[in-house]
């Protein structure tokens, strides 16, 4: 019984700092879009959408690289052999140090051919310009920031990881307002804001060094490339999700303006930001449990490995039917919400959005977990087949077969019958790899 308690301290304690990470991050999302709109305008928010795939692919290269080597190392650690652990954090370093630099120098030198690649126009061109550039040269603060937060959360120091977060994403959302309005810097004062961030995160991070329970730290050696490729492969699900977000997002706004409008894309944004929100809910619960399962899986221990994954599992199934329940009474007002116009086709139709799109809530829940649950007990093929069926293979072809079939009800429609599909297939896998791997 005392097993079990602790079981579930520990679980609670993971996941709940977790969650509350990663609410705060998709809360400054939200915020920034906030502070564009009103502070700059709608050229503003045509800039900085033009500019998110750029910073996706960023940010995600240095998700892949950190979430990856937090997860090899979480596993190192399970082992017993620390010291591995030392150089991969070493080489890791290293890569993503080189990576960054390369991003930088893309800011430098080719920040004008890549403006006018995203399709900028004379309206946005110079503010789109402003923002790819402070991005790009601010990537070593986003690369290192994913690289040490995933590292000291799979040494156990939660906390500390929690804590640099939200102080990061404060930071921004006070900032973002200051740079914005009393300051008036605009665009450059969001962007500028944005891309500090993750200096304050990075400078709570460090103290994890200075502290006796720290098992990592630098240390000289030549870096091991191949052990770094491995970490990475852990780590192509975080990179998938991250830039698929984007082209997703472009094909259903095509869609949707073919079939409603503006104000149907208007309305889809109601039920974007709303789901940023949730996939936030359910990503800390994945990473929150990602570091037990490595932990557990390097420790030979299939009991535990499976008593976490059942507890998160569990508790993502309770939160959906929640979530999903409080949104389908609350869609006139969650809609009201983002709808100042009193616009009511806007309101119509982000309503049935947000009634048809989120039943999703159980399947996608599912399926981020199980796709961690892969890549932390280092079964890299499976968590990609399942990021890149979901977030590309099946979404895209299915998004335009539903919009011909079904109209506005068919886009809606795509999302939780391409988690539903996904579902079936992840959980086929997990069947299948669960005797063969955990011995």
């Known amino acids: 019984m005392a097993g079990k308690e602790n079981t579930l301290q520990e679980f609670g304690r993971y996941v709940s700092q977790s969650v509350l990470s990663q609410l705060g991050v998709s809360c400054y999302i939200l915020a920034d879009t906030y502070f564009i709109s009103k502070g700059v305008g709608a050229d503003g928010l045509t800039a900085l959408n033009l500019a998110i795939p750029v910073f996706s692919v960023m940010n995600g290269c240095g998700f892949m690289l950190g979430i990856g080597s937090g997860t090899k190392y979480g596993i190192m650690k399970g082992t017993g052999n620390e010291k591995r652990g030392d150089v991969l954090f070493t080489s890791s370093l290293c890569v993503v140090t080189v990576l960054a630099v390369i991003y930088m120098l893309i800011g430098l030198l080719a920040a004008d051919p890549i403006t006018a690649f995203v399709g900028a126009n004379a309206e946005v061109y110079d503010m789109t310009r402003t923002y790819l550039q402070v991005i790009l040269l601010f990537s070593p603060m986003f690369m290192i920031n994913n690289l040490l937060g995933a590292m000291i959360r799979n040494d156990g120091n939660t906390s500390l990881a929690m804590t640099a977060m939200l102080s990061g994403c404060l930071f921004n959302i006070v900032f973002d307002y200051i740079f914005v309005f009393p300051m008036g810097l605009g665009l450059f004062g969001a962007v500028l804001a944005t891309a500090v961030a993750p200096i304050i995160s990075i400078l709570i991070l460090?103290?994890?060094?200075?502290?006796?329970?720290?098992?990592?730290?630098?240390?000289?050696?030549?870096?091991?490339?191949?052990?770094?490729?491995?970490?990475a492969g852990l780590g192509v699900p975080s990179l998938v999700t991250e830039v698929s977000s984007g082209l997703v997002i472009a094909v259903f706004n095509l869609l949707i303006l073919g079939l409603a409008g503006n104000v149907g894309v208007a309305a889809y944004g109601v039920v974007a930001n709303i789901s940023i929100v949730v996939i936030a809910i359910y990503n800390g619960i994945a990473q929150g449990v990602q570091p037990l399962l490595s932990r557990e899986y390097g420790r030979s221990q299939e009991k535990n490995v499976h008593r976490f994954l059942g507890c998160a599992m569990k508790l993502t199934v309770v939160l959906a039917i929640v979530i999903y329940v409080g949104i389908y009474w609350n869609a006139d007002e969650i809609a009201m919400i983002f709808n100042s116009g009193r616009d009511m086709d806007l309101q119509r139709i982000a309503v049935e959005g947000l009634k048809i799109y989120f039943t999703a809530c159980p399947f996608v829940g599912a399926n981020i977990l199980l796709a961690i649950y892969f890549a932390a007990t280092d079964q890299a093929a499976p968590a990609q087949m399942i990021s890149l069926l979901r977030g590309l293979i099946v979404i895209i072809p299915l998004a335009f077969i539903m919009a011909n079939v079904a109209g506005l009800t068919g886009v809606w429609m795509t999302f939780p019958l391409t988690e539903l599909v996904v579902c079936v297939v992840a959980y086929g896998l997990y069947k299948k790899m669960k005797k063969t791997y955990l011995k």
């Open 206 to 231: 460090l103290q994890h060094f200075v502290k006796k329970k720290n098992r990592f730290r630098l240390i000289r050696v030549r870096p091991d490339v191949r052990l770094v490729a491995s970490a």
